[in-house]
């Protein structure tokens, strides 16, 4: 009895030394392993192609210098103090007019919109000049960055505002804009949308669309080929004098929908010296289930309201919210996660290389994975990288200076030209 209780005392304290020992190591190495992907992080320029914040900073009481409760629905996924702790260095902020009528009223009110998110966006640097400032050009965002303030660049998501008249393009650049996404979700005078239900016919870039192909290129404006349709995508490779951007997009060999670049697009997208930005938005990530019940509410819901994003009044916008939310709790989503968004990186990483691939969340504006739902929580993508065996040059390229060598390019071709 005595020599079995002697071995059974041993054999538990042999067992708690060997779990304690391991379980220490483990936290060691993940501690370490922490602080070097924190190390690496901060190191590196990281920036992000597509936030939709600009439309919080029209509502009224909600201030993007203070930090709000991750939490909160209201909150939103961006403000200037989160985005410290994230380690979020540059943003690209979306002035995104979403798709009207193309009538002189309609150009009006878009270019009207334009401006009033331009206003807002130039206001939140004067409010926070501590916190924040306007950036044009690599240069700007490198220095912003070591001034330890974050650096807001600003790109148009919708070709839409500038109408048919090309003038307007000069005067939203000598607002600050530096990047144009041809079109939304609908086709408009530019191009064809990849996600355009009621015109499916593909028609790809209109003469007016190379004629604005050709203005951002002579003005030094990113062309931003997210939401294009492939044949709008392939006819802007054939006119463009510069690399594109595709800001926010996914991977079509990995989830099959229009929005994302096939194999073929992104091996052309190389070929011209681009890259593509990974967004966050799950459905782009991963193909969700079908379920029949979920999308015939998501209508009914889209018949009461219209578009989110063209609802002003808070109100609605707090009712709409809560019913949206209501249809998600009964007929739940399984969100796309950390490794799901990694695994687009890698996807592009494979077939084209490092140098062709970056990140752009969609943030405020649909973008939200399980393990980075908002942008104090970007250290994640680091990790799963550095977990993955990215070295630091790999992680750096693919957080900032594959768009910042594409950016640069793009500024010495407009200055070549001049
Ligand atoms: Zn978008």
Known sequence: MMKREKFIVMFSLLLACGVLFSSCRVKRGSEAFRLKARAIHDRALTVDTHIDTPMHLLREGWKIGERHDPSQRESGKVDLPRMAEGG?????????????????????????????????????????????????????????????????????????????????????????????TLCHTQDNDLCDSSTDRQNPEDNGLSDFGKEVVAECNRLGVIVDVSHISDKSFFDVLKVTKAPVVASHSGVRVICDVQRNLSDEMLK???????????????????????????????????????????????????????????????????????????????????????????????????????????????????????????????????WGGNLMRVFRKIIEIAEKSK
């Open 88 to 180: 979020l260095d540059a943003a690209f902020f979306a002035v995104f007019v979403g798709q009207g009528e193309r009538t002189p009223e309609g150009y009006a009110r878009a270019e009207e919109r334009a401006m009033t998110l331009l206003d807002a966006i130039h206001k939140m640097a004067e409010d926070y000049p501590q916190l924040v400032e306007i950036a044009t050009s690599p240069d700007d965002a490198y220095r912003i960055e070591k001034e330890g303030k974050r650096a807001a660049f600003i790109g148009m998501e919708n070709g839409y505002p500038i109408g048919k008249d090309l003038s307007l393009l000069e005067e939203y650049y000598k607002r600050g804009i530096r990047y144009l």
């Open 268 to 398: 052309q997208l190389a070929l011209n010296g681009g890259v593509i930005q990974v967004c966050f938005v799950s459905s782009y990530l991963k193909k969700e289930k079908p379920n029949p019940e979920r999308d015939k509410a998501f209508e009914a819901l889209r018949e009461k309201y219209g578009s989110r994003r063209d609802i002003r009044d808070e109100a609605t916008l707090a009712k709409m919210r809560e019913e949206y939310a209501a249809i998600l709790e009964k007929y739940p989503v399984e969100r796309a996660t950390v490794k799901d968004l990694v695994d687009h990186i890698d996807c592009v990483v494979k077939l084209v290389g490092v140098d062709y691939v970056g990140i752009g969340t969609d943030f405020d504006g649909g973008g939200e994975v399980d393990g980075c739902e908002e942008v104090s929580q970007m250290l994640r993508i680091t990790e799963e990288l550095l977990r993955r065996g990215y070295s630091e040059e790999k992680i750096r390229k693919i």
